[in-house]
């Protein structure tokens, strides 16, 4: 069993399910219309009052989550928390109030994983479609075939802000629904080639503001009943005939949904007027589902981050045997020095994979360049956090500590970092750890070998010195101790 909690810009909302065999069946889902993204001031900031209003849902969703035997429960936050100033404050205490820890997540991550929700729920395998997610916070565009995404981009536009830019107050009339359409048009425009009509057979809305606008134009029969640019256009003039959110009572309608529903519209007009689309059929499944479907395939040994890191490797011509000598010397060296966790068994594999890719810019200062790709390359399956991490311990392979200082401080994450430097060392050194060496790192580091070991490897006494100055610099004492 199976959990997704999707903290919104507009809403959170939560997920549990259970995979039956063929497909992920939700038995418990829950919303909470938080509107995050309403509460960011000019400067990005979180206002006291939405991350009041956010705590108190999260320790709600905690209560429900203790309540199931789950297998796994992932947390994923979207635009509101990408954008916001003060969200690296407000994340520690958002994750002790539900009691696991939230990833941001990137555009492009939300719409992989939008995609892989809906490709699942549809099970066409060779339909080539196109997916349009508009959330509160940003719209993301998907273009795939069956199961495989090909091309997948995340705007900063969505329904939360165009519907306080445009429509303050809640006053609505022609000329703000104008101006609307054409600035989110101009949004998409410069990225609309790749997803134009003659690349896809059929256009989904997965989010939940395409199947109200579906269910408000087909329950007052507007247009010609289907989110067509007709439907979408008899709907706006029914809301400009209105005038005011406040008038809005149509079937189909939350009352509470009206406020943002209404750039929500804007935006859709805008990517049909755009993408030349005939009609969007709205889907039940996105990101929540696309969470469950990817906590399954994890638990199922198939995880995409494998896949993404191969992949990043490959193409930028990393050495692959050097890079798998390293990893697997930094996983038995990390075991040494037992960590308080396994949190980062992955992580250093990983870092240790790609710790070498910076070469493809310049052998020197190549762990700069290293860190820096890693950190901001479009990685499949992962997160900041989890790239930002894999980007400190590929920094901190080489050359000084002074540079990952604050990272040290974290003793399993100090651990991490000498695991990697340790096995660097032996790689470039042609030797193996064996039976020669034994790493401890409590209060210090204590590293043990034996005087043959050292006698066999002239360089290696001075590598080693030069480990114990970099470590001492750091704060870190570092013993060496010559066995027989």
Same mark, same amino acid.
């Not at 549809?122 to 199961?147: C, F, H, M, N, Y």
């Not at 193409?315 to 040494?336: G, N, P, S």
């Not at 695991?419 to 750890?433: N, P, T």
């Given at each position: 069993?199976?959990?997704?909690?999707?903290?919104?810009?507009?809403?959170?909302?939560?997920?549990?399910?259970?995979?039956?065999? #063929?497909?992920?069946?939700?038995?418990?889902?829950?919303?909470?219309?938080?509107?995050?993204?309403?509460?960011?001031?000019?400067?990005?900031?979180?206002?006291?009052?939405?991350?009041?209003?956010?705590?108190?849902?999260?320790? /709600?969703?905690?209560?429900?989550?203790? =309540?199931?035997? +789950?297998?796994?429960?992932?947390?994923? %936050?979207?635009?509101?928390? !990408?954008?916001?100033?003060?969200?690296?404050?407000?994340?520690?205490?958002?994750?002790? %109030?539900?009691?696991?820890?939230?990833?941001?997540?990137?555009?492009?991550?939300?719409?992989?994983?939008?995609?892989?929700?809906?490709?699942? $729920?549809?099970?066409?395998?060779? #339909? &080539?479609?196109?997916?349009?997610?508009?959330?509160?916070?940003?719209?993301?565009?998907?273009?795939?075939?069956?199961?495989?995404?090909?091309?997948?981009?995340?705007?900063?536009?969505?329904?939360?802000?165009?519907?306080?830019?445009?429509?303050?107050?809640?006053?609505?009339?022609?000329?703000?629904?104008?101006?609307?359409?054409?600035?989110?048009?101009?949004?998409?425009?410069?990225?609309?080639?790749?997803? *134009?009509?003659?690349?896809?057979?059929?256009?989904?809305?997965?989010?939940?503001?395409?199947?109200?606008?579906?269910?408000?134009?087909?329950?007052?029969?507007?247009?010609?009943?289907?989110? *067509?640019?007709? =439907?979408?256009?008899?709907?706006?003039?029914?809301?400009?005939?209105?005038?005011?959110? /406040?008038?809005?009572?149509?079937?189909?309608?939350?009352?509470?949904?009206?406020?943002?529903?209404?750039?929500?519209?804007?935006?859709?007009? $805008?990517?049909?007027?755009?993408?030349?689309?005939?009609?969007?059929?709205?889907?039940?499944?996105?990101?929540?589902?696309?969470?469950?479907?990817?906590?399954?395939?994890? *638990?199922?040994?198939?995880?995409?981050?494998?896949?993404?890191?191969? %992949?990043?490797?490959?193409?930028?011509?990393?050495?692959? %045997?050097?890079?798998?000598?390293?990893?697997?010397?930094?996983?038995?060296?990390?075991?040494?020095?037992?960590?308080?966790?396994?949190?980062?068994?992955?992580?250093?594999?990983?870092?240790?994979?790609?710790?070498?890719?910076?070469?493809?810019?310049?052998?020197?200062?190549?762990?700069?360049?290293?860190?820096?790709?890693? #950190?901001?390359?479009? +990685?499949?399956?992962?997160?900041?956090?989890?790239? &930002?991490?894999?980007?400190?311990?590929?920094?901190?392979?080489?050359?000084?500590?002074?540079?990952?200082?604050?990272?040290?401080?974290?003793?399993?994450?100090? &651990?991490?970092?000498?695991?990697? !430097?340790?096995?660097?060392?032996?790689?470039?050194?042609?030797?193996? =750890?064996?039976? #020669? +060496?034994?790493?401890?790192?409590?209060?210090?580091?204590?590293?043990?070998?034996?005087?043959?070991?050292?006698?066999?490897?002239?360089?290696?006494?001075?590598?080693?010195? &030069?480990?114990?100055?970099?470590?001492?610099?750091?704060?870190?004492?570092?013993?060496?101790?010559?066995?027989?």
């Amino acid at each position: 069993m199976y959990a997704a909690v999707d903290l919104g810009s507009n809403s959170f909302r939560l997920h549990i399910g259970k995979h039956d065999g #063929e497909g992920i069946r939700v038995i418990k889902s829950m919303r909470e219309p938080i509107r995050l993204a309403a509460g960011l001031d000019a400067q990005g900031t979180l206002s006291g009052a939405a991350m009041q209003a956010a705590l108190a849902c999260l320790a /709600s969703f905690r209560e429900v989550l203790a =309540g199931y035997e +789950l297998d796994a429960v992932r947390v994923v %936050a979207t635009s509101a928390m !990408r954008v916001a100033s003060n969200g690296a404050a407000f994340l520690p205490v958002a994750e002790q %109030a539900i009691g696991h820890p939230i990833e941001i997540i990137s555009g492009e991550e939300e719409g992989r994983l939008i995609y892989m929700g809906v490709a699942n $729920a549809l099970a066409v395998p060779d #339909e &080539k479609r196109l997916v349009i997610d508009i959330g509160g916070g940003s719209t993301e565009l998907i273009l795939g075939q069956g199961s495989d995404i090909l091309l997948v981009e995340s705007f900063s536009i969505g329904t939360v802000r165009q519907s306080l830019a445009f429509f303050p107050g809640g006053h609505i009339d022609e000329a703000a629904f104008d101006a609307a359409i054409v600035s989110a048009r101009s949004t998409f425009e410069d990225g609309a080639p790749p997803y *134009s009509r003659a690349n896809w057979q059929l256009a989904y809305g997965s989010s939940g503001t395409a199947r109200t606008i579906g269910e408000v134009i087909a329950r007052n029969s507007l247009g010609d009943g289907r989110i *067509s640019l007709a =439907g979408l256009e008899a709907l706006k003039d029914a809301f400009v005939a209105r005038g005011h959110i /406040s008038h809005i009572d149509m079937p189909g309608l939350r009352p509470d949904r009206a406020a943002t529903i209404i750039g929500g519209l804007a935006i859709l007009i $805008a990517l049909v007027r755009e993408l030349d689309i005939d009609a969007v059929q709205p889907v039940e499944a996105g990101l929540r589902m696309g969470v469950m479907w990817d906590l399954y395939l994890r *638990s199922m040994q198939r995880d995409r981050r494998e896949q993404s890191v191969a %992949a990043l490797a490959r193409r930028f011509q990393v050495d692959e %045997a050097r890079a798998a000598r390293v990893a697997q010397q930094a996983a038995a060296l990390y075991v040494q020095l037992k960590p308080g966790a396994d949190d980062h068994v992955r992580a250093l594999r990983w870092s240790a994979m790609l710790h070498e890719i910076g070469m493809v810019l310049s052998h020197t200062g190549y762990h700069k360049h290293s860190a820096y790709m890693i #950190e901001h390359a479009d +990685l499949p399956g992962f997160t900041t956090r989890e790239q &930002k991490l894999m980007a400190t311990l590929a920094l901190a392979h080489k050359g000084n500590l002074r540079k990952v200082a604050d990272a040290l401080r974290d003793p399993d994450v100090a &651990k991490a970092v000498l695991a990697l !430097r340790m096995a660097v060392l032996l790689m470039h050194a042609r030797m193996d =750890g064996g039976n #020669e +060496l034994k790493l401890r790192m409590k209060q210090r580091i204590e590293l043990e070998v034996t005087r043959e070991w050292l006698a066999s490897h002239p360089t290696l006494s001075y590598w080693i010195g &030069k480990e114990q100055e970099w470590w001492q610099q750091a704060g870190v004492e570092f013993a060496l101790r010559k066995s027989a």
